[in-house]
């Protein structure tokens, strides 16, 4: 007897199909990345859906973070071996996965009207197949800063590039605080300065994404997207980072500014989450701001979307995985993740909403995304196309090894690679 199962009712039929007498036990694995907040809400998502459906249970595996583990989920697809379900990010990178032969679209599962376009159109593909379901707030890039250190000193959030190195000196100058928190040792790490710049680029060269897709434009030779590289390159110059930038890690860097080690840390909000759950009682000291540009009457915030759940194509159990898919499409599946990791930024899906007291951070964060005109999506959200070596020549940058010039026309050269194995025209 063959039996067809659809959506929801498929896995309610499945589950109670007899073995032994007894609903069949599926164990499904799903591989996340290794930071301490991801693991967290992806054990507390598979509890919530376990418990709901007992005979299911999950394995989680993890991977590294950066470029180390997109080797390893462009490996795993590649060789078949992938996870039932994988934490993945979502933009050019998933693009690079070819999602069409290695993933399934998720288009039919109950809750996918519940989730906003400006996600859905960053996990889907040229026929309209999307691919993958949020499940962490749409985030920032910018600056982490230590409010005391701020308020001894006499300082105020910056709106321009100047206005921030001059902060810096003031902090070198007048106490023992490090100025700026870098963290090498996990390499991706390194971007902020480059990527979270991107609003800034837009301001001077509005047209730059679709020039650049089109291999109209390059890093190197636009003035305004080489900047990001040349700033990295003048605070590098100045001095201003930890002794062991090269190799604190990521964890080193959410001790620094929660303790008040460093004054400020660049890096994406999605951090909050890691500092919720290792420092809860140092929220309050910690701000966000954008990451500032030339003009303080344009200053606004380069937003990234969250990572995304996706089921990849050789999985033994599509409707299962499809349904827990569904649920964390769901307004349950936010309030864990608050509950988990606190209260992040906006959430991606509708009816989700955040409590009113939130932590600090997300609190400056928040009017970036209420007032009209201050954010714009990272160029990733724009462009499928983004190197792969990025990291490591803003490291290269970062270490006074290569200049900005240098490290431009490199990732040019690297972005040029990554377009053509996407087939992408006129490169």
Not at 89 to 94: D, K, T
Request: proline fraction near 6%; charge should be negative; hydrophobic fraction near 40%.
């Amino acid at each position: 007897m063959t039996i067809k199962l659809t959506g929801t009712t498929a896995l309610a039929t499945l589950l109670a199909l007899p073995f032994g007498g007894a609903a069949t036990a599926q164990e499904l694995t799903l591989l996340s990345d290794s930071s301490a907040d991801t693991v967290a809400l992806m054990e507390a998502l598979t509890d919530a859906y376990t418990e709901k459906h007992p005979e299911v249970t999950f394995s989680i595996e993890t991977r590294p973070g950066g470029s180390e583990g997109d080797n390893v989920v462009k490996t795993r697809l590649a060789t078949g071996e992938m996870a039932d379900i994988f934490q993945y990010n979502s933009g050019a990178l998933v693009q690079a996965l070819r999602p069409g032969r290695t993933m399934l679209p998720i288009n039919d599962i109950e809750n996918f009207d519940a989730m906003l376009d400006s996600f859905t159109r960053t996990v889907s593909d040229a026929e309209g197949n999307v691919y993958g379901v949020p499940i962490e707030a749409a985030m920032g890039g910018g600056i982490f800063y230590h409010i005391p250190t701020y308020e001894e000193l006499g300082l105020e959030v910056p709106l321009t590039w100047d206005q921030f190195m001059e902060n810096n000196r003031t902090i070198a100058e007048q106490s023992d605080v490090v100025p700026i928190a870098q963290t090498y040792r996990d390499s991706w790490t390194s971007q902020l300065f480059v990527l979270g710049d991107f609003f800034n680029v837009l301001q001077q060269e509005p047209g730059f994404a679709e020039a650049y897709t089109a291999n109209e434009a390059k890093y190197a030779d636009t003035p305004a997207a080489r900047q990001g590289f040349e700033r990295l390159q003048e605070v590098a110059e100045a001095d201003f980072f930890n002794d062991d930038f090269g190799a604190a890690s990521y964890e080193d860097g959410l001790r620094m500014i929660a303790t008040g080690e460093a004054a400020h840390y660049p890096v994406l909000t999605f951090a909050i989450g890691a500092l919720n759950q290792a420092y809860p009682d140092r929220m309050d000291d910690i701000g966000f701001f954008a990451q500032p540009g030339n003009e303080a009457d344009s200053n606004g915030l380069t937003v990234w979307m969250p990572a995304a759940l996706y089921i990849s194509r050789t999985t033994d159990h599509p409707e299962i995985a499809r349904d827990f898919l569904n649920f964390a499409a769901s307004e349950e599946a936010c309030d864990i993740n608050t509950r988990v990791n606190g209260a992040q930024g906006p959430y991606l899906v509708e009816g989700c909403t955040l409590p009113d007291d939130v932590p600090q951070p997300v609190a400056d964060m928040l009017p970036y995304f209420q007032e009209e005109g201050r954010t714009a999506p990272a160029l990733e959200y724009l462009s499928p196309v983004k190197g792969p070596t990025l990291e490591q020549l803003t490291v290269e940058v970062g270490t006074g090894i290569r200049d900005a010039q240098s490290a431009a026309e490199l990732y040019d050269a690297d972005v040029a690679k990554q377009a053509k194995q996407l087939g992408l025209p006129n490169w």
